[in-house]
């Protein structure tokens, strides 16, 4: 089951334990990782607290970003072209996400969970 404390749908805005705000229209990305052929870009990536961060599926295979300590998962981040027999094409590609507390976050995706695995480092 995917836990979410608040989504919007188009581009997600995820509301996680760190807190996040709630606005009419996606805000501008200020980290970017791709997600794609079973692997985040960059896998480990320095951000500031309270800033935005969002994931986007470039490959065939739907996704899930979740972290490890279980505090945010979001949907599934459907494959943009279809995806064929790997799954979505017809959902969101790309999730945000706000952390407002300094710290690490190991994540990994939930559907692939032993072969994608990232970290975000909060400051």
Known sequence: ????????????????AFGCSKSPTSPIADYNLSVQDYSFSPDSLNVQVGKVIQWTNNGPSA????????????MPLAAPGGGGPYGGGSGPISAQLVIHTPGRYPYHCAIHPTLMHGVLIVS
């Open 1 to 16: 089951m995917w836990h979410m404390k608040s989504i919007r749908v188009g581009a997600l805005l995820l509301a996680s």
């Open 63 to 74: 996704h899930a970003v979740a972290s490890d300590s279980g505090s945010w998962t979001t």
